[in-house]
């Protein structure tokens, strides 16, 4: 029906025509995308419609020209929100309630409700916290894990005042920088379970719904951004100090999170949300708080200092940068984002500061390491 209206084969429409052939053959269309497609004429400027926006819409794909039009628009949704649909199953709502804990208008809510197909499912957020919760077995033996270890070393809580728990090849230590896979895998190694308990809570209640809505790929760098600048901010800002836990990526996914509930407050429509950001805090408050206590408590170990806490101060430093550009641009090309290239270039630039500052640093500063465990 729309090439009727192109005879000439220019790839536009006339938003006049555009409106007439909805009104026509609105009723055989999904009300939400109908919605879109009539908040995408009365927003375009420019009095024509281009082909290739509304073949994104009918096929799920959002162009960057189209994602602008739409927010450019002055159109004030008319129809019924999301949120006072009936009849949804357990499902359906489950993903309605996902939209609203994590997108703040309500044209996004409602592409993302519509285009949702759980394929592929949030699996970076489960396998990477199944993974930490226990070495890499299964979060089926998370228990039966922290119950060995506590026989073995005599510490259920607090497993890091234990003098073997440097021992393991995973953590991170100043002496033993130079193996790099360090900078990542200290991860898999938690303090005791009052420190792997709340990475784990935190991780499922925010990670998993942010996946769900803005995919692996995404997250996955915030995750893993994280969790690298969390291990480079401490072989810079506390030298001598061995790092464990999760908690420079869960951090970076919380932050930012957070961040973007802040800066668009008045469109955010989940419920509690006051209360919400006040327990996350709360959450990461205590546990940031028991990491500063634990890092200036005696050792048990010395002259090793127990694990730093620069690692949530890094992780939380990538959430509001890296994160909120990420989370802020829902299923928009991210290559087009000019505060994107910026945060970027700058964690770039801080890496490579880190990767220098770790080989030359050391030596010329003359610093005196604790021995390697």
Same mark, same amino acid.
């Given at each position: 029906?729309?090439?009727?209206?192109?005879?000439?084969?220019?790839?536009?429409? @006339?938003?006049?025509?555009?409106?007439?052939?909805?009104?026509?053959?609105?009723?055989?269309?999904?009300?939400?995308?109908?919605?879109?497609?009539?908040?995408?004429?009365?927003?375009?400027?420019?009095?024509?419609?281009?082909?290739?926006?509304?073949?994104?819409?009918?096929?799920?794909?959002? @162009?960057?020209?189209?994602?602008?039009?739409?927010?450019?628009?002055?159109?004030?949704?008319?129809? !019924?929100?999301?949120?006072?649909?009936?009849? %949804? #199953?357990?499902?359906?709502? %489950?993903?309605?309630?996902?939209?609203?804990?994590?997108?703040?208008?309500?044209?996004?809510?409602?592409?993302?409700?519509?285009? &949702?197909?759980?394929?592929?499912?949030?699996?970076?957020?489960?396998?990477?916290?199944?993974?930490?919760?226990?070495?890499?077995? @299964?979060?089926?033996?998370?228990?039966?894990?922290?119950? &060995?270890?506590?026989?073995?070393?005599?510490?259920?809580?607090?497993?890091?005042?234990?003098?073997?728990?440097?021992?393991?090849?995973?953590? &991170?230590?100043?002496?033993?920088?130079?193996?790099? *896979?360090?900078?990542?895998?200290?991860?898999?190694?938690?303090?005791?379970?009052?420190?792997?308990?709340?990475?784990?809570?935190?991780?499922?209640?925010?990670?998993?719904? %942010?996946?769900?809505?803005?995919?692996?790929?995404?997250? #996955?760098?915030?995750?893993?951004?994280?969790?690298?600048?969390?291990?480079?901010?401490? @072989?810079?800002?506390?030298?001598?100090?061995?790092?464990?836990?999760?908690?420079?990526?869960?951090?970076?996914?919380?932050?930012?999170?957070?961040?973007?509930?802040?800066?668009?407050?008045?469109?955010?429509?989940?419920?509690? !949300?006051?209360?919400?950001?006040?327990?996350?805090?709360?959450?990461? #408050?205590?546990?940031?708080?028991?990491?500063?206590?634990?890092?200036?408590?005696?050792?048990? &170990?010395?002259?090793?200092?127990?694990?730093?806490?620069?690692?949530?101060?890094?992780?939380?430093?990538?959430?509001?940068?890296?994160?909120?550009?990420?989370?802020?641009?829902?299923?928009?090309?991210?290559?087009?984002?000019?505060? *994107? *290239?910026?945060?970027l270039s700058i964690y770039v630039i801080f890496v490579l500061f880190a990767i220098f500052w770790n080989i030359f640093a050391y030596s010329l500063l003359d610093l005196k390491l604790p021995p390697p465990p």
């Amino acid at each position: 029906l729309l090439s009727q209206f192109d005879p000439d084969n220019t790839g536009y429409i @006339s938003t006049e025509k555009f409106r007439s052939l909805l009104q026509r053959h609105g009723s055989e269309l999904d009300p939400h995308k109908l919605e879109v497609l009539l908040a995408l004429a009365d927003s375009n400027s420019e009095g024509r419609i281009c082909y290739q926006d509304f073949v994104n819409l009918m096929s799920n794909k959002r @162009s960057n020209s189209f994602r602008q039009a739409i927010l450019q628009g002055n159109r004030r949704l008319c129809s !019924k929100a999301l949120l006072e649909e009936t009849g %949804l #199953s357990l499902s359906q709502r %489950l993903i309605r309630h996902v939209a609203y804990e994590t997108l703040p208008r309500e044209i996004d809510r409602k592409w993302y409700y519509d285009s &949702y197909t759980c394929c592929p499912p949030p699996w970076f957020m489960i396998t990477i916290t199944i993974a930490f919760a226990n070495q890499g077995i @299964s979060l089926f033996f998370q228990v039966a894990f922290f119950l &060995y270890n506590g026989v073995v070393l005599d510490r259920f809580v607090l497993q890091v005042s234990h003098p073997l728990y440097l021992k393991n090849a995973l953590l &991170y230590h100043p002496q033993l920088r130079a193996q790099a *896979w360090r900078y990542l895998t200290y991860i898999f190694v938690h303090a005791g379970i009052e420190h792997l308990g709340l990475n784990v809570v935190l991780q499922l209640l925010v990670g998993v719904p %942010l996946e769900m809505v803005h995919g692996a790929a995404r997250i #996955s760098f915030v995750y893993v951004a994280g969790v690298v600048a969390g291990s480079l901010a401490v @072989s810079v800002a506390d030298m001598t100090a061995p790092v464990v836990g999760s908690s420079g990526g869960v951090y970076a996914l919380v932050s930012a999170h957070l961040a973007n509930i802040v800066m668009n407050w008045s469109g955010m429509k989940c419920q509690f !949300k006051l209360l919400r950001m006040a327990v996350a805090l709360i959450c990461m #408050s205590f546990e940031f708080g028991r990491a500063v206590w634990l890092r200036f408590h005696p050792s048990a &170990y010395p002259p090793c200092p127990h694990p730093s806490f620069m690692a949530h101060l890094g992780g939380v430093m990538v959430g509001i940068t890296l994160g909120v550009i990420i989370l802020r641009n829902y299923e928009q090309r991210l290559q087009d984002q000019t505060l *994107w *290239w910026i945060f970027l270039s700058i964690y770039v630039i801080f890496v490579l500061f880190a990767i220098f500052w770790n080989i030359f640093a050391y030596s010329l500063l003359d610093l005196k390491l604790p021995p390697p465990p």
